[in-house]
């Protein structure tokens, strides 16, 4: 059973940083691609930012581009996303997310408030 445990969301003023932490477990991490995706309320779920098996080839939405940086520590299991810049719009919960065959698995996400 795949398992995604978020953390790192919280209230940050616009402009701040976070740095989400997704601690991964019972699969094999580093042959999969990962990703982060954010919901807002009353908004349909989607994509911040995607990683590949390797770590070395980043993808991000438009939006998040210059301000968010991806990255993996396979040896931990891990998947991060730093948030520089933040701002009020990017009030969300973030997801962690790989996809296994057909099947999507999810963590139960982090809340990342942005407000003064």
């Known amino acids: 059973q795949v398992m995604f445990v978020e953390s790192g969301g919280g209230l940050v003023q616009p402009g701040g940083s976070l740095r989400l932490s997704c601690a991964a477990s019972d699969f094999n991490f580093r042959v999969n691609a990962m990703g982060w995706f954010r919901q807002a309320p009353g908004r349909v779920r989607e994509v911040v930012a995607t990683?590949?098996?390797?770590?070395?080839?980043?993808w991000y939405a438009d939006s998040h581009k210059g301000r968010f940086s991806i990255s993996r520590d396979d040896t931990k299991m891990m998947l991060y996303l730093q948030m520089n810049n933040l701002k009020p719009e990017d009030t969300a919960v973030y997801y962690c997310?790989?996809?296994?065959?057909?099947?999507?698995?999810w963590g139960q996400g982090t809340r990342v408030t942005v407000s003064s």
């Open positions: 990683v590949d098996s390797g770590g070395n080839v980043p």
């Open positions: 997310h790989t996809l296994l065959g057909f099947q999507d698995h």
